[in-house]
C-alpha cells in the first residue's frame, strides 16, 4: 500500500473552512490551505458548476425554525398524528418558506510529485443559503409527504439570503492510494490508470504534470442492491478554447504534422491531441487511426515514446 505524502487531517481543513468568510476569488483559502502545507504547491484547479440541495425552514420575516427541511418535516409530520392534511394547515397559517442550499465545488490540487498520480485533490463546497418557495402552495396542495418535501411544481418566491457565504469541507483524495484501490476492484486495467500510464511514458508526462490539465475525480455511490461503488473520473481543466479536429481526409506528412502540432502548442504541452481524443474531446476517435497510417508508411513525426504509446492504443483502444 503507497503511504500518503500529505499529511494533513481532513478536521484540520473543516476548521479553517468554519474560521474563513469566503471571499469572490477565494484567495484567503488559497494562502490558508498552502500555510497548512508548506512543503507542496497548492492551486485552486477547478471550480465546478452551480448547485443546489434542500434547504432549511424559516417564517415570512426570516427567523429560522429548522436548519434541516427534511428532519423538520418528517418529525412534524409524526408530531401532527402523521396526518398529512393538519401538517398542510399548520404550514400555510405559519406561512413558512423553504430555503435552498447554493454553491459550487472548490477543487484544489497538492502537487506531490512528477508523475501523473503524484497529487492531493481537495474537494470544497463554496454555499450560500437562500429563500426558494413557500413550503405549500395552497391552490395545488401536496399529496403525499415526499411531495411535501420536494415538489414538482413548487411555489417560488423571490429570494432573498441568509446570512454570508460560507465554505464546507469535502474530501480529500490522494490520487495514487486511491487509485490502488480502483486497480485492486477491476480485473482488467482501468482506463484511467492506463490514461496516467500513457501520460508517465509520453511525451506530455516529461514536461507537464498532468493535474495541471486534468484532474481525477472519486466516484462513490451505492447501487441499487446496496452495494458500495468505486470508480475514477477524469475531467478536464484546460480552459483554453481549442480548435475541434476531425476528418483528417487527404492529410498527411507534413500537412497532418502541422495540424497536430499546432493543437498541441495552443494546449500547452506535446502529444495533447492524443489524450483528447482519448477523452472524445475536440479530437475524432478516429485521428489516431489517420496517424498511425500516415507513420506506418512513409511519414515519421512522432518521437518514438508516443510512437510506442500510439501503437499500443491501435492494438488495444481504450477512451474515457
Not at 57 to 62: A, S
Not at 64 to 69: E, G, H, N, T, V
Not at 190 to 205: E, I, K, L, T
Not at 285 to 304: N, W
Request: glycine share 6%; net charge negative; charged share 25%.
Amino acid at each position: 500500500m503507497i503511504e500518503s505524502k500529505l499529511n494533513l487531517a481532513g478536521q484540520t481543513i473543516t476548521q479553517c473552512c468554519k474560521k474563513l468568510v469566503p471571499d469572490e476569488n477565494d484567495a484567503a483559502l488559497l494562502a490558508k490551505l498552502q500555510s497548512l502545507i508548506p512543503d507542496y504547491p497548492v492551486r485552486l484547479a477547478l471550480t465546478g458548476e452551480e448547485w443546489y440541495r434542500l434547504g432549511g425552514v424559516v417564517d415570512p420575516e426570516g427567523n429560522r425554525i429548522a436548519k434541516d427541511l427534511v428532519e423538520w418535516a418528517e418529525r412534524t409530520y409524526i408530531e401532527c398524528g402523521q396526518n398529512l392534511q393538519t401538517l398542510i394547515e399548520h404550514t400555510l397559517e405559519q406561512k413558512l418558506i423553504a430555503t435552498k442550499q447554493t454553491g459550487k465545488t472548490l477543487y484544489f490540487v497538492v502537487q506531490t510529485g512528477v508523475s501523473a498520480e503524484d497529487f492531493t485533490l481537495i474537494e470544497i463546497d463554496k454555499t450560500h443559503e437562500v429563500s426558494d418557495r413557500m413550503l405549500v402552495d395552497e391552490n395545488c396542495p401536496p399529496e403525499d409527504l415526499e411531495e411535501f418535501i420536494d415538489p414538482l411544481q413548487p411555489f417560488c418566491i423571490e429570494s432573498f439570503c441568509f446570512g454570508h457565504a460560507r465554505y464546507i469541507y469535502r474530501r480529500k483524495t490522494d490520487v495514487a492510494i486511491f487509485m490502488e484501490v480502483i486497480n485492486e476492484r477491476y480485473q482488467n486495467e482501468h482506463p484511467v490508470q492506463r490514461f496516467m500510464d500513457d501520460w508517465n511514458r509520453s511525451s506530455a508526462g516529461q514536461n507537464k504534470h498532468l493535474s495541471e490539465n486534468w484532474i481525477i475525480r472519486p466516484d462513490r455511490h451505492t447501487g441499487r442492491f446496496g452495494e458500495q461503488i468505486v470508480n475514477a473520473e477524469i475531467i478536464n481543466i484546460e480552459t483554453t478554447n481549442l480548435p475541434h479536429l476531425g476528418d483528417f481526409a487527404g492529410k498527411k506528412g507534413n500537412s497532418l504534422n502541422n495540424i497536430l502540432t499546432r493543437f498541441d502548442r495552443q494546449a500547452g504541452y506535446a502529444f495533447a491531441w492524443f489524450f483528447y481524443m482519448l477523452k472524445g474531446k475536440q479530437v475524432s476517435p478516429h485521428s489516431a487511426e489517420a496517424v498511425f497510417r500516415d507513420i506506418s508508411g512513409d511519414f515519421s513525426y512522432l518521437p518514438p515514446r508516443d510512437e510506442a504509446v500510439l501503437r499500443d492504443w491501435i492494438a488495444s483502444p481504450y477512451h474515457i
